[in-house]
């Protein structure tokens, strides 16, 4: 009797890790699509009544977006929202610090990834039984690998890449995300040849040979290949396009870094570290991957605790990039600014002053996601460990 009823609280307690194991999966899931910290300056030249959030950016796992929305009143006419990340590049170069996008490519570039790895590993962690554990997580682990390597390094593979963090590769570069795709010399000469049959008296099936319209990312895949094209013909270095997003990745962060200060002597060697960190992050995802395989097959119960204290640390290590960065823009300004600013560490939260710019920096919605996941994994974590020593 006792037996069945340990049995019963032990299915129960499965069933309640594997509920708030699946909700952490969904927040962080969820993650990846919306704002997870807010920044914005305000200062007297932009006020409250055009600037009701000040000039404000959105940080997401994938990208930097623009915090601005159009105002609407009727002294104040707007066909569109003020871009705020521009505007935010433009005032912070003046003190000679680099394009915001510059921050973390490599942390977007594999940000995807990392939160696929992540439910990954929450899925081990809610498998009580290790054959089963190990299977799910291979399969898991080799459907990733295959995934980031055709992105990293395939032919083309940055269309792999989301929606959203092509966007913000575009709009980096202060190209219109909304621009209409130009039609191709070979689509014009069709067009031609149409015109003339219709013209000759031919009936001519048009909508059977035109283009489908363009997808948002294959519009903004379309822009990053002609805008590389374009700078590469410039710099005449004939590197071939080849679409990886190792190569996107290594030529944004060149032509960002030089929008304002373009100086090779420092910024070759500074994309020479960004390629060493997109080759490492991989060799270490890679490692990671096995190491779990391995403690998943061998049960080793400290590795599977691993599996839900990392993704319980994610708002921690969220924080400590975030600030990391901060310190890296404050710290490393070029020296071509027009005016000259001590090297300072930013606001991280809360609000700070820069000369006559007061700066806000506050968590948003995606950070909160991340603190309700870790609260509920934390639940799970003390939960199954209550069972597991009920179980001995």
């Not at 005032?91 to 510059?102: C, F, L």
């Not at 594999?110 to 299977?135: D, E, H, N, W």
């Not at 490692?287 to 049960?299: P, S």
């Not at 001590?342 to 939260?349: A, C, D, R």
Request: overall charge negative; charged content about 15%; hydrophobic content about 45%.
């Amino acid at each position: 009797m006792a037996t069945v009823m340990q049995n019963s609280a032990s299915q129960k307690q499965t069933f309640i890790v594997a509920g708030l194991s699946l909700i952490s999966i969904a927040m962080l899931a969820m993650i990846y699509f919306v704002p997870i910290w807010w920044v914005s300056l305000t200062a007297p030249n932009y006020p409250p009544e055009a600037f009701p959030d000040g000039v404000r950016i959105h940080f997401h796992m994938n990208g930097v977006f623009n915090g601005c929305e159009m105002v609407e009143k009727a002294e104040i006419q707007e066909d569109e929202a003020l871009d705020c990340v521009h505007e935010m590049d433009t005032i912070n170069h003046y003190v000679g610090m680099y394009p915001i996008s510059t921050g973390g490519p490599v942390e977007r570039g594999y940000s995807q990834f990392l939160i696929s790895f992540l439910i990954i590993m929450l899925i081990g962690f809610i498998c009580t039984k290790p054959r089963v554990r190990t299977a799910l997580m291979a399969v898991g682990f080799a459907g990733l690998l295959g995934w980031m390597y055709a992105t990293i390094y395939g032919n083309n593979g940055v269309a792999l890449q989301s929606a959203g963090y092509l966007t913000a590769l575009v709009t980096a570069l202060d190209q219109d995300t909304s621009k209409e795709i130009e039609v191709s010399p070979a689509q014009a000469l069709i067009d031609r040849m149409q015109q003339s049959l219709a013209a000759s008296g031919v009936d001519v099936d048009e909508t059977a040979s035109k283009t489908d319209e363009s997808s948002e990312k294959e519009l903004m895949f379309g822009q990053l290949k002609t805008n590389f094209e374009t700078d590469i013909a410039k710099r005449g270095t004939g590197e071939e396009w080849n679409g990886s997003s190792f190569q996107v990745i290594s030529w944004h962060y060149t032509k960002t870094l030089g929008r304002y200060f373009n100086n090779p002597e420092e910024i070759t060697p500074m994309v020479g570290k960004l390629k060493l960190a997109v080759h490492g992050v991989f060799v270490v995802l890679v490692g990671a991957m096995l190491l779990l395989l391995w403690g998943a097959a061998k049960n080793i119960k400290p590795l599977y605790w691993l599996l839900v204290a990392v993704p319980i640390a994610l708002p921690i290590f969220f924080i400590i990039d975030y600030a990391a960065w901060l310190w890296w823009f404050g710290h490393n300004m070029n020296e071509m600014g027009a005016f000259t600013v001590k090297p300072f560490m930013p606001t991280v939260f809360g609000q700070g002053k820069v000369a006559q710019f007061a700066t806000h920096s506050y968590p948003y919605i995606g950070f909160g996601l991340m603190v309700l996941s870790s609260l509920a994994l934390a639940i799970a974590a003390l939960i199954r460990r209550k069972q597991f020593r009920e179980g001995e």
